[in-house]
């Protein structure tokens, strides 16, 4: 690839947040979270319980939806607010075409119990993107491979470790071949021996350049996988540089006292 084309892609906007403010009741949690996501950038947001880490992914993916800001993912509006007004949305149908640029990972692997792995895997491609089964079995059966599963391929998700269930998770939302991957907390479930397996998958990922947004409280895999780390507190971003950068000479006291009580 040319140079040129190179550095075009790479500063291609892939998720561009603006102002987004969410509140569930009384209850402000999003307080004008501002954030750009470009092509094959892996992004870590730390921050303590209830700082609005997992709502602001999930206003991405539209399982929640936003008061006001903006959101515009590849370059197709979401969401858009007029100044200080409430956000609005486009149609169902340009919500569901957007979604799925996204696959989501969970904390909590949100498998079919009553499927296979390999079930679990075509199904969404199956139903969703009307694909064949004869088109989707081989596409399922590398990813697999990929994610080093190729043995479960008949098994049922309760037969596997929680590291398996979670590299299942992951091949399952490549299967619908999102350009962004959105993980909210991928490891926390897990015993420790078994995070090794699911974070090696995920840096995999990330040196294939995966567009990747990671909420995560692996202070490692910030620092060595992701290329820029983003610390929320209060409903707000408080603090984001480049990991080298943010974990050597971290600004805010609130960083300081988070990565203190981490490390
Ligand atoms: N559906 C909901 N209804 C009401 N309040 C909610 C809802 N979802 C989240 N909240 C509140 O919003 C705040 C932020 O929650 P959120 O789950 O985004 O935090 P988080 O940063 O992901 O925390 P954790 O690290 O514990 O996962 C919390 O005070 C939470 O109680
Ligand atoms: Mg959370």
Known sequence: MPNTMRDTAKSEVMISAQGIHKSFGHVSVLRG???TLTRGE???IIGPSGSGKSTFLRCLNHLETIDRGTIVIEGEVLAHSEGEGKAQYVSEAEIRKIG???GMVFQSFNLFPHMTVLENIIEAPLIVKGMKREEIIPK???????VGLSAKRDAYPNHLSGGQKQRVAIARALAMEPDILLFDEPTSALDPELTGEVLRTMR??????MTM???THE???AREVANRVIFM????????GPSEAFFAAPQHERTKAFLHNML
Do not use: P
């Open 213 to 215: 947004l990671v909420v």
């Open 42 to 44: 892996v992004v870590a």
């Open 204 to 209: 995999e990922l990330a040196d294939e350049h």
């Open 140 to 146: 399922a059966e590398k990813l697999l491979a990929k």
């Open 33 to 35: 979270v501002s954030l």
């Open 219 to 221: 202070m490692g895999f």
């Open 100 to 102: 799925r640029k996204m």
């Open 233 to 240: 507190d209060g409903g707000d971003i408080v603090e984001q």
